[in-house]
């Protein structure tokens, strides 16, 4: 692939996976492809349904002002919290030299760090560890479960975590969930969903007591071969936080684009 294809491949998973995700909370949710903007605001109180990005290529720095302005008057309209995902290595040079200056002109703070990763490494064998037994999310009861791990691990309450997924559907049957379990109780979650021609690969989490002992990575592995044996697909991709992108390399994984995540000025 080549250096723009990268990119351009990140922020297509980004907008076809959120897509059955957001709807999966509201099927009214605001899921929309305006000229240069995707939207997929679920309006829930778990942040990361709430996503809107730029996905035109080599967009200059004239209209990267134009559409930071768009996105940051949706996302006021909104009653709850979110992020715009902007991938860095869409923009055109002269873009990427005014971001800091733009986004601050158009309302927007800087929040943290991603990184767009994607491999042909489909299929890994089922993974062994010593300490974890794992199971698939199908009850309400590991599902809750799955929410609070990536709460504690994101920093959201509990009640925002839950509000992601508690009551889903598609989580208990579309997605390939799985909790990690050490001696009986959950400690590091992982999921798998079909997207594009992919295995998109969705919040991963380890609780924060138990991280650096290879729990996050053996149920990450876990949903890939699970995903990739029930699919047929070879390629998988995600989006790392800077907490999670030293993992992922050791399943096979390459970073390919960068990503920025932003959210209106408090």
């Known amino acids: ?46 942040p990361f349904w709430n996503a809107i990005t730029l996905n035109e290529v080599d967009a200059d720095a004239a209209l990267l002002r134009q559409r930071l302005r768009e996105v940051a008057d949706i996302m006021r309209s909104k009653q709850q919290p979110g992020f715009l995902w902007l991938f860095e290595d869409l923009l055109a040079d002269d873009a990427r030299a005014a971001l800091a200056d733009e986004v601050d002109r158009a309302g927007l703070a800087y929040a943290f760090p991603g990184t767009g990763m994607a491999g042909d490494l489909l299929p890994v064998p089922d993974p062994e560890h010593p300490e974890l037994t794992f199971e698939r999310v199908t009850t309400d009861e590991q599902l809750r479960a799955y929410a609070d791990i990536n709460s504690r691990a994101y920093g959201f309450t509990l009640e925002e975590g839950r509000d992601g997924l508690l009551g889903s559907a598609l989580w208990k049957r579309g997605v390939y969930a799985y909790l990690a ?45 699970e995903g990739g044996r029930a699919t047929g697909l070879t390629r998988a991709t995600l989006h790392a936080t800077a907490a999670g992108a030293p993992v992922y390399p050791r399943i096979g994984f390459e970073a390919n684009s960068s990503i920025a995540f932003y959210s209106l000025k408090g």
């Open 1 to 46: 692939m080549t250096d723009l294809a990268a990119p351009v491949e990140s922020v297509a998973q980004l907008a076809t996976g959120w897509r059955s995700l957001v709807l999966d909370r509201d099927e009214k949710a605001d899921v929309r492809d305006l000229p240069g903007i995707a939207v997929r605001w679920a309006d829930s109180r778990f």
């Open 181 to 225: 379990l050490r001696d009986g109780v959950p400690v590091a979650c992982a999921a798998t969903v079909e997207a594009a021609g992919r295995l998109f690969v969705v919040l991963v989490a380890t609780e924060p007591d138990q991280q650096r002992r290879g729990y996050g990575e053996a149920v990450t592995r876990k949903a890939l071969h």
